[in-house]
């Protein structure tokens, strides 16, 4: 609960539309709407610098925050970092990669006799090391928010105290997928007419589990022959799986959608189940909380955040193993029983509503700020 407003500084080593980008803005949009001062810096020119325009966050300009090793440029952010705080009198340094984390520490500016004490979001489990440099860092961290069970168990692990240790699971943007998207717009783009229809949004890149995906919903064509699957993104590892699609004799069911981001919620509408295989670059797995928003059933394997954002058996289903016939059974269970499907997919809204808003992990967040700022001050 809010004692007050504060100004809060992100800082964000990200260039690009993923990770951390929609996360960050999602947070730092919630905490604008509870009355705080918010201010985002990351690098400049990029699609995370445009998309946080295009959602109204204010971002402070000057910072280079490219992760490597630069010492001129750590320099120059170091001395901005110190203006910013300054001019703005900012309360809480907020980080969300090591890079700026470090950056963070290294610059930190006093403010009423105290140096600003410093959150970090942990988006990845990858991202909470083990190295003793590492911990001397951590050790110097007022709060460790992280968004997913095993990314918390981790930061207990490398040694943050359990009272600095918060739980903030992913945000879900409910009023973009909020309205009846009309998905007929989508299934006539690729000609699935009334098919029964799965969807995945996730990058095509290695260890995304399109592989899997695939293998599963060619079992599924024994039993639901008309489904059609719909794989929507973008990455180095199209042309390998359009060739494995050619291979296992899929080329007319299965479509390659490309990149879609203006049109995500029309997308989703026109899917009568989600599919996940594997968390992505932010381990609390946005594409499943927007389908769980957009009110469809997810089948997701049971890794990272996903066993704690699919609720098994009401929301959607939980694959435990990686058999293809497990995929599949899963898939078939889903699209067998359309009322169900919808059951489950109008459960996810409502789950998605009550523990994935942004203003419930404004709230959080914010009890981690006070309890930074009511510590006794670092020398």
């Given at each position: 609960m809010s004692t007050g407003a504060l100004s809060i500084l992100h800082l964000a080593t990200n260039r690009w539309w993923t990770g951390s980008a929609d996360p960050t803005i999602q947070l730092a949009r919630a905490q604008h709407a509870r009355g705080h001062h918010v201010l985002l810096a990351v690098p400049p020119g990029d699609r995370f610098e445009a998309k946080a325009r295009e959602a109204g966050v204010t971002l402070v300009d000057g910072f280079h925050l490219r992760a490597r090793l630069a010492p001129f440029e750590i320099a120059r952010d170091a001395r901005r970092l110190r203006a910013v705080?300054?001019?703005?009198r900012v309360d809480v340094l907020h980080t969300h990669h090591s890079h700026d984390h470090w950056l963070a520490l290294l610059a930190r500016p006093r403010s009423a006799g105290r140096r600003l004490p410093i959150a970090r979001t942990f988006h990845t489990l990858r991202a909470v090391k083990r190295d003793p440099v590492s911990r001397r860092l951590y050790a110097r961290t007022g709060a460790a928010l992280a968004v997913s069970r095993g990314i918390e168990a981790r930061c207990h692990d490398v040694g943050f105290a359990a009272a600095r240790v918060y739980w903030t699971p992913g945000m879900a943007d409910l009023p973009r997928f909020a309205a009846e998207a009309d998905g007929r717009t989508v299934r006539d783009e690729f000609a699935l007419g009334e098919a029964p229809v799965v969807v995945s949004v996730a990058r095509l890149a290695p260890g995304r589990g399109h592989e899997?995906?695939?293998a599963g919903f060619r079992a599924l064509l024994a039993d639901v022959p008309a489904a059609r699957l719909l794989l929507v993104g973008k990455g180095e590892t199209r042309e390998r799986l359009e060739r494995l699609v050619a291979?296992?004799?899929l080329a007319r069911q299965v479509t390659f959608a490309g990149y879609r981001d203006?049109?995500?919620?029309?997308?989703?509408?026109?899917?009568?189940?989600?599919?996940l295989m594997a968390p992505g670059s932010d381990d609390s797995c946005r594409a499943a909380l927007e389908a769980m928003a957009a009110a469809r059933p997810v089948v997701a394997r049971a890794?990272?955040?996903l066993p704690e954002t699919i609720a098994h058996g009401e929301t959607g289903l939980l694959v435990e193993d990686d058999r293809p016939e497990a995929v599949a059974a899963a898939l078939r269970e889903v699209l067998a029983d359309r009322a169900r499907a919808r059951a489950m997919g109008a459960a996810g809204r409502r789950r998605a509503e009550k523990e994935f808003s942004p203003a419930r992990a404004v709230e959080t967040v914010e009890r981690a700020y006070h309890a930074m700022l009511h510590a006794r001050p670092e020398g």
């Amino acid at each position: 609960m809010s004692t007050g407003a504060l100004s809060i500084l992100h800082l964000a080593t990200n260039r690009w539309w993923t990770g951390s980008a929609d996360p960050t803005i999602q947070l730092a949009r919630a905490q604008h709407a509870r009355g705080h001062h918010v201010l985002l810096a990351v690098p400049p020119g990029d699609r995370f610098e445009a998309k946080a325009r295009e959602a109204g966050v204010t971002l402070v300009d000057g910072f280079h925050l490219r992760a490597r090793l630069a010492p001129f440029e750590i320099a120059r952010d170091a001395r901005r970092l110190r203006a910013v705080a300054r001019e703005h009198r900012v309360d809480v340094l907020h980080t969300h990669h090591s890079h700026d984390h470090w950056l963070a520490l290294l610059a930190r500016p006093r403010s009423a006799g105290r140096r600003l004490p410093i959150a970090r979001t942990f988006h990845t489990l990858r991202a909470v090391k083990r190295d003793p440099v590492s911990r001397r860092l951590y050790a110097r961290t007022g709060a460790a928010l992280a968004v997913s069970r095993g990314i918390e168990a981790r930061c207990h692990d490398v040694g943050f105290a359990a009272a600095r240790v918060y739980w903030t699971p992913g945000m879900a943007d409910l009023p973009r997928f909020a309205a009846e998207a009309d998905g007929r717009t989508v299934r006539d783009e690729f000609a699935l007419g009334e098919a029964p229809v799965v969807v995945s949004v996730a990058r095509l890149a290695p260890g995304r589990g399109h592989e899997l995906l695939l293998a599963g919903f060619r079992a599924l064509l024994a039993d639901v022959p008309a489904a059609r699957l719909l794989l929507v993104g973008k990455g180095e590892t199209r042309e390998r799986l359009e060739r494995l699609v050619a291979v296992l004799g899929l080329a007319r069911q299965v479509t390659f959608a490309g990149y879609r981001d203006h049109d995500l919620p029309a997308v989703l509408a026109a899917a009568d189940c989600f599919a996940l295989m594997a968390p992505g670059s932010d381990d609390s797995c946005r594409a499943a909380l927007e389908a769980m928003a957009a009110a469809r059933p997810v089948v997701a394997r049971a890794l990272g955040a996903l066993p704690e954002t699919i609720a098994h058996g009401e929301t959607g289903l939980l694959v435990e193993d990686d058999r293809p016939e497990a995929v599949a059974a899963a898939l078939r269970e889903v699209l067998a029983d359309r009322a169900r499907a919808r059951a489950m997919g109008a459960a996810g809204r409502r789950r998605a509503e009550k523990e994935f808003s942004p203003a419930r992990a404004v709230e959080t967040v914010e009890r981690a700020y006070h309890a930074m700022l009511h510590a006794r001050p670092e020398g």
